[in-house]
């Protein structure tokens, strides 16, 4: 009788508790994905296959051609594809459904993703100043640009996330998305001019090939300046060749000297390739002479 009557104290308490558990996921609200999570989940998925796929081709192209500049873009290309599955894998977090633990379900994780993005924002910040700090070069201004773009992403993420949170306006997400794009998309074709200019060897834009030529028209010593050439040797180093008509040639090192000095001190041209000529060049030649100049535009010799 005993065992019978503990028997069914056990079993009353056991369907006690599938009865509260039972009312407990009765009362939960469970909330059906909507058309713009799931459209933007295929989105993900779509995008994270595509970058994926191209990632591990231009990893095979780069080993098989022993390219270093395929394999480093295919390992940038990889981290987009691990930050594509790491939004991927939030957004399922966030789809799942409340429980006892997590009575309103796991999108109010977005408060820690919140805090991370803050984090991001400051590793960004700080990416930044040290890229700013690099140098004038491409490279390094291509990185910085990359950052800022990052940057403003984040940015922008953080103030469209606050504006629908605490006034339910979601229009500010591709208004402020469109104004970023637009943004960047003016830097980038700046950074392109100015990496064309490089590539085709053409004169460097902070410098004059004209101011250039009656400068070096002007050293002592010279008649004339033609063949003359300028031209990036990378972004923020130029070259520069001529033909200098001298006259005399007893004094040409004394002459060559003041042109190296001249061009390092006045155009920041340390890369100089000068050919003496004793004889005045043939027809058709552009020739630059001599033109008068105050003093204080004469280089001096020591």
């Known amino acids: 009788m005993v065992a019978q009557h503990r028997h069914s104290r056990a079993g009353a308490a056991s369907e006690a508790r599938r009865e509260r558990e039972v009312d407990v996921v009765a009362h939960t609200h469970s909330h059906s994905p909507s058309g713009s999570d799931a459209s933007a989940r295929q989105a993900l998925t779509r995008a994270l296959i595509l970058t994926g796929t191209f990632a591990l081709v231009e990893a095979?192209?780069?080993?098989?051609?022993?390219?270093?500049?395929?394999?480093?873009?295919?390992?940038?290309?990889?981290?987009?594809?691990?930050?594509?599955?790491?939004?991927?894998?939030?957004?399922?977090?966030?789809?799942?459904?409340?429980?006892?633990?997590?009575?309103?379900?796991?999108?109010?994780?977005?408060?820690?993703?919140?805090?991370?993005?803050?984090v991001g924002l400051v590793v960004n910040l700080t990416s930044a100043w040290m890229l700013a700090r690099a140098g004038a070069s491409l490279n390094a201004r291509s990185a910085l640009l990359h950052v800022l773009s990052d940057l403003l992403g984040s940015v922008a993420a953080i103030i469209a996330g606050a504006v629908i949170v605490f006034t339910g306006w979601t229009p500010i997400d591709p208004i402020l998305s469109l104004a970023?794009?637009?943004?960047?998309?003016?830097?980038?074709?700046?950074?392109?001019?100015?990496?064309?200019?490089?590539?085709?060897?053409?004169?460097p834009a902070h410098l004059s090939y004209e101011e250039i030529g009656r400068a070096l028209a002007r050293v002592p010593g010279i008649a004339a300046i033609h063949d003359l050439h300028v031209w990036h040797m990378t972004s923020d180093r130029a070259a520069l060749s001529a033909h200098v008509l001298i006259r005399e040639p007893s004094e040409w090192p004394q002459t060559l000297a003041a042109a190296q000095r001249l061009l390092a001190e006045r155009f920041g041209i340390d890369h100089v390739t000068l050919q003496p000529d004793w004889h005045t060049?043939?027809?058709?030649?552009?020739?630059?002479p001599v033109t008068p100049v105050s003093t204080e535009d004469k280089p001096h010799l020591h």
């Open 60 to 118: 095979a192209g780069g080993w098989l051609a022993g390219s270093l500049a395929l394999l480093s873009d295919a390992g940038h290309m990889f981290t987009d594809t691990a930050a594509l599955g790491l939004a991927l894998f939030a957004q399922w977090i966030a789809r799942r459904p409340p429980s006892r633990r997590a009575s309103y379900g796991y999108a109010v994780a977005g408060g820690a993703v919140l805090a991370i993005a803050f």
């Open 180 to 203: 970023v794009s637009l943004l960047i998309l003016r830097t980038t074709w700046r950074l392109l001019a100015q990496s064309a200019g490089v590539l085709m060897e053409g004169v």
């Open 281 to 288: 060049p043939a027809p058709g030649k552009r020739v630059i």
